[in-house]
């Protein structure tokens, strides 16, 4: 017997009674995995940021002003070429764009003021602390529960950033202001309102390149003129190794690597990625082994090794997507 639809109806021999035992595996594991891999190249690519800011002379903001610009126009082709601008139109996306592009505005900004007001180390760890943020939020505003291991994967994480970075705490002259402190928890607060703004559009199914052209063009246009202003007042003059990473940052870092870690939200839970995004820290010491002959610590090693081992846990033993009902 069938349904009114020509389907099996409920019960029938055709489909057996209803299941009673556990459910059944993920259907769509492949892709789950390919939202895990894309994740994990994007957090590795990104590691090499720390060296190619080291190579570079240019000024902080203008530098940072030209990563954005040179994203943006590589993009902005691609976009146009594959028709993915049509997704801006899409309803709620364009509110939801201004949303993303102004938390990745507020966030480097907020990272940079809390680098110079702190340290590398205290800014670090505190803007790190988005996915503690997100294990809590993310119930609430995506409606995508928080499964038990990322609690744990999220313990054993923080344990490794800890590690990493204990020897910055104890060498280095630690400002730990209250502005300071202020700025480093603002700046992780951003980047997890960063990625809750880019989960919601990408379960509107707006393409990747898309959000990350937006919020490239409108992070160029907000530190152009910081840029200048700073560019004018250290009588700076422009090289071409500078241009060179300003222009590998752009391509490499930003509309690759932003665009591969967007498109990968798709497949798995906002709290999962920002965990998986660990492996950033974690690469960027065999960047400046490789690059700069700056051999890592044994608290650096160890730290990577905790983080890789919260990484692993969330792939094998996290749950899969479900479709998220969004909000707002």
């Given at each position: 017997m069938s349904g009114g639809d020509g389907s099996p109806a409920a019960g029938s021999p055709a489909t057996g009674p209803p299941a009673t035992g556990p459910?059944?595996?993920?259907?769509?594991?492949?892709?789950?995995?390919?939202?895990?891999?894309?994740?994990?190249?994007?957090?590795?690519?990104?590691?090499?940021?720390?060296?190619?800011?080291?190579?570079?002379?240019?000024?902080?903001?203008?530098?940072?002003?030209?990563?954005?610009?040179?994203?943006?126009?590589?993009?902005?082709?691609?976009?146009?070429?594959s028709g993915s601008w049509r997704d801006l139109?899409?309803?709620?996306?364009?509110?939801?764009?201004?949303?993303?592009?102004?938390?990745?505005?507020?966030?480097?900004?907020?990272?940079?003021?809390?680098?110079?007001?702190?340290?590398?180390?205290?800014?670090i760890f505190l803007s790190y602390l988005a996915p503690l943020y997100l294990a809590f939020v993310a119930p609430r505003i995506l409606r995508e529960a928080t499964d038990r291991i990322v609690y744990v994967s999220l313990a054993i994480g923080l344990a490794g950033m800890g590690v990493i970075l204990v020897p910055g705490l104890l060498l280095e002259s630690t400002k730990l202001s209250a502005v300071g402190l202020f700025y480093g928890w603002a700046a992780g607060v951003m980047y997890a309102v960063y990625l809750l703004f880019a989960k919601s559009l990408r379960g509107r199914h707006v393409r990747s390149t898309a959000v990350v052209f937006t919020q490239s063009a409108f992070t160029a246009a907000v530190m152009l003129v910081p840029?200048?202003?700073?560019?004018?007042?250290?009588?700076?003059?422009?090289?071409?190794?500078?241009?060179?990473?300003?222009?590998?940052?752009?391509?490499?870092?930003?509309?690759?690597?932003?665009?591969?870690?967007?498109?990968?939200?798709?497949?798995?839970?906002?709290?999962?990625a920002s965990i998986v995004g660990y492996l950033e820290p974690v690469s960027a010491p065999l960047y400046a082994l490789v690059f700069l002959s700056q051999v890592p610590s044994r608290w650096t090693m160890a730290g990577g090794a905790l983080i890789v081992t919260a990484g692993i846990l969330v792939v094998l033993f996290g749950r899969e997507e479900a479709e998220p009902e969004l909000v707002g």
């Open positions: 459910p059944a595996a993920p259907a769509a594991q492949p892709e789950r995995l390919r939202g895990y891999l894309e994740v994990g190249v994007a957090s590795l690519a990104n590691g090499s940021i720390g060296v190619m800011v080291t190579y570079a002379d240019m000024p902080a903001t203008m530098l940072l002003f030209l990563r954005m610009a040179f994203a943006a126009a590589a993009l902005g082709g691609v976009v146009l070429v139109r899409s309803p709620g996306a364009p509110l939801r764009l201004l949303g993303i592009s102004v938390s990745l505005a507020l966030n480097l900004i907020l990272y940079f003021l809390a680098i110079r007001s702190t340290g590398v180390a205290v800014a840029g200048l202003f700073a560019v004018s007042a250290a009588h700076y003059h422009y090289s071409g190794r500078d241009l060179l990473m300003a222009a590998l940052l752009g391509l490499v870092n930003t509309a690759f690597a932003f665009s591969l870690f967007m498109d990968g939200l798709r497949y798995i839970r906002v709290q999962h």
